[in-house]
């Protein structure tokens, strides 16, 4: 039938699968609610999980996908770090026979395609999610910024969708500008030392976008050791909905935040026996983002991670 057709793998009906999880890192809240709902639903439905951390290398990661084909797992789950340098594992999942799902962030499509190549794309859109917080922060600091910014992790797809979609929505506005623009690797400490070192180049700044809310909380500290205000001094937006970053909203030191959901478990194991039961699975399953500012900020505090 038609998801088997395209030349993907198949995969058995069974009661119970072996599956696997490739994580690229553990070192936030973010990847650790991910990993949590992944073993939840394993634990849930009685299913073996084998769960790898690639610890922050594309190269692990290979070689941890690698490790699951020798296994022989029945089927992968990969949160790929990088977009081209994940693009061999998914190849040999192929290759070996065994369905794949790319789960929150995706590969290079030039390179490896949903549908043909892999199962499907499960995750958030990213472009969306900076168009989002570039036309709400816009609204926020009345069209006028100085703006620096904080990239995620160097060619993974949230960082490249995040830097696209934020620009496209300032460009309508003609005072909104990034002034410095720099990665911070999706991590607190980075995000940091990355801002101290921005804004002591550019103290005109007026406004820090943060890729992420680990990188936005390292920032805030920063501003606070230099005695400067966040929220005042330097408004702020920022996309995950942490614990950190939701209480920064209602203490009025992040404008606004957009969500970026981790809780991928319930989705991603049924997408996979909505597979073996051979439905057609879409090429991209997409998980829908909010927007929160001061107003909505408490209806959400409960499900922050
Ligand atoms: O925003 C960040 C994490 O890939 C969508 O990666 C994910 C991003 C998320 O490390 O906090």
């Known amino acids: 039938d038609l998801a088997w057709a395209a030349g993907l793998p198949k995969l058995k009906q069974k009661d119970k699968y072996k599956i696997g999880f490739a994580q690229t890192e553990s070192n936030n809240p973010w990847r650790l609610a991910q990993t949590a709902s992944m073993k939840e639903e394993a634990e849930k439905r009685g299913w073996q999980l084998v769960y790898t951390d690639a610890a922050g ?5 290979v070689s941890d996908v690698r490790s699951m084909i020798a296994q022989k797992v029945d ?13 061999p594992a998914v190849m040999e999942a192929k290759n070996a026979g065994i369905p794949l799902l790319c789960i929150d962030r995706s590969v290079d499509a030039s390179m490896a395609k949903a549908g043909r190549d892999y199962v499907a794309f499960i995750g958030s859109d990213f472009v969306k999610e900076g168009n989002m917080a570039g036309e709400a922060f816009a609204k926020a600091v009345g069209g006028k910024a100085k703006i620096i910014e904080l990239q995620g992790t160097v060619g993974s797809s949230p960082a490249n969708d995040r830097m696209k979609g934020f620009k496209d929505a300032i460009s309508k506005f003609p005072d909104m500008v990034i002034i410095a623009s720099q990665s911070g690797d999706f ?9 101290e070192t921005l804004y002591q180049a550019h103290p005109e700044a007026t406004a820090l976008y943060g890729h992420n809310d680990e990188m936005s ?36 030191k992040i404008a606004v935040l957009v969500e970026c959901n981790p809780h991928f478990g319930p989705k991603a194991f049924q997408t996979v026996v909505d597979y073996a039961a051979g439905k057609t699975i879409p090429e991209w399953v997409v998980n829908t983002d909010r927007l929160f500012t001061k107003e909505n900020i408490a209806s959400y505090m409960p499900e922050a991670f």
């Open 217 to 252: 909380m390292g920032a805030i500290a920063a501003m606070e050791a230099a005695g400067k205000t966040p929220g005042k001094d330097i408004m702020i937006c920022s996309i995950d909905g942490t614990k950190d970053a939701a209480q920064a909203v209602a203490d009025g």
């Open 187 to 195: 991590a607190r400490d980075k995000g940091r030392q990355v801002f």
């Open 75 to 87: 089927v992968i789950l990969l949160a790929p770090r990088e977009e081209k340098p994940l693009v």
């Open 57 to 61: 290398s594309a190269a692990k990661q």
